[in-house]
């Protein structure tokens, strides 16, 4: 018989899927933090809630965040490709 086990955390792995991230940069963030962890049992846990609160925090600063060549100040070597 299998049980199903509901919880409110994530662990690094997981988040770092969740946000497209590597997990080196999730431990970055968690050191910086900007995302709050715990650490349970020689590991790190993140609360559903905090990841949350992350992502929506990016959200607004990423309407001022340019990526590739929209972004104005990136001047593009136009002998590549």
């Given at each position: ?8 955390f994530l662990n690094v792995k ?62 593009m070597d136009k002998s590549a490709?």
């Amino acid at each position: 018989m299998a049980y199903i086990v509901e919880t409110n955390f994530l662990n690094v792995k997981e988040v770092s899927v969740f946000l497209k991230l590597s997990v080196l940069t999730v431990y970055k963030h968690i050191a910086e933090k900007k995302i709050k962890a715990i650490r349970f049992g020689g590991r790190y846990l993140i609360d559903k809630s905090s990841l949350q609160k992350f992502v929506k925090k990016g959200k607004n600063k990423s309407s001022t965040f340019f990526l590739g060549s929209v972004d104005p100040r990136v001047k593009m070597d136009k002998s590549a490709g």
